[in-house]
């Protein structure tokens, strides 16, 4: 893992340049861009069910729910309600097949490289353990992704993001998106501080990466100034924590199937590789919790060097 750091943009949406006609084509013109990286990437989920055809169409998805959201703070709707749902429930099923293909690789990479003859073993029994699993959510990504539809998706996004009534986000919406999804971050990670516990990390973890989407697309939309060191300074942070809730879910998953097994329950070598799974996920999470304390006092320091005007607006 690697440290944090970066910088916060000077940002000042509403006194740009900006004519509603404009920011109306370049919202439109993502939307189309994103609709077509989502419509490439179900078909190749369909054909091939790959590690990064999955991780692919779980990135359109949020990119597509990000406009979804912004759309929303201009004029609630309940067809952007409804496409948001389903973007969520396919993501969610999607996740369930990744968090597997993650956990089977991270164990083949032990089982591959642990000079331990008895540990290879039982880590290979683990893994044919949990085939079965992949092969069930497998199945059940498939029923999802095709109930979804992408007819139906794409008719869903026309009428949540285009079409008669619809508002383009103005630059005073961009410019509160960004704000609120900072408050939120801020307020998980002043959660997380308090009651320091792995839920709490986990939010400040989605809650990092819905704010790097939305510097992200906002960026897409007008010139943001500073946006794309920030959008890597929050990839970071989004990184870090996620490789913690990877080792995290793995040491649950496999400490579950190893003392539920009566042959495991006494076995010496199960009983080791069990010792070293939660001493590695307690050290990672011992660092992200010093990550996590440290998010705060950080930005707010970049923010102050960098924007001193906006910090005082907002104070």
Excluded: C
Excluded at 164 to 175: C, H, I, M, N, T
Excluded at 201 to 209: G, L, S
């Amino acid at each position: 893992m690697t440290s944090v750091n970066g910088t916060r943009p000077k940002l000042s949406l509403r006194t740009m340049d900006v004519s509603d006609k404009k920011l109306r084509r370049a919202f439109t013109r993502q939307v189309r861009k994103v609709w077509r990286r989502l419509r490439e990437e179900y078909g190749r989920v369909l054909r091939t069910g790959s590690a990064s055809a999955i991780h692919d169409l779980r990135v359109a998805t949020r990119r597509l729910q990000t406009l979804v959201d912004l759309a929303a703070l201009s004029k609630p709707s309940k067809p952007a309600a409804r496409l948001r749902k389903r973007l969520k429930s396919l993501r969610h099923t999607l996740g369930m097949r990744r968090d597997l293909d993650m956990i089977l690789g991270k164990l083949r990479d032990r089982a591959a490289n642990t000079a331990s003859a008895r540990r290879r073993r039982i880590l290979r029994a683990v893994i044919r353990q949990m085939t079965p699993e992949v092969k069930q959510i497998t199945r059940k990504m498939y029923r999802a992704t095709t109930k979804a539809g992408l007819k139906k998706l794409r008719r869903m996004t026309d009428k949540a993001l285009g079409g008669r009534g619809f508002k383009a986000p103005s630059l005073e919406v961009l410019d509160s998106a960004i704000r609120q999804a900072e408050q939120r971050w801020l307020a998980a990670i002043n959660t997380a501080k308090l009651r320091k516990e792995a839920a709490a990390y986990h939010d400040v973890r989605i809650k990092t990466k819905t704010l790097r989407y939305m510097f992200e697309t906002v960026s897409r939309l007008v010139e943001l100034p500073g946006a794309e060191s920030t959008i890597e300074w929050l990839k970071t942070i989004q990184d870090e924590l996620g490789e913690w809730h990877d080792e995290i879910e793995l040491t649950r998953r496999v400490t579950a199937l190893l003392s539920e097994d009566a042959d495991y329950q006494a076995n010496d070598a199960a009983t080791a590789l069990i010792k070293s799974l939660r001493d590695r996920a307690q050290a990672n999470t011992h660092f992200v919790s010093e990550v996590v304390m440290s998010l705060r006092d950080s930005w707010v320091r970049r923010k102050a060097a960098t924007s001193p005007s906006m910090d005082s607006a907002r104070q």
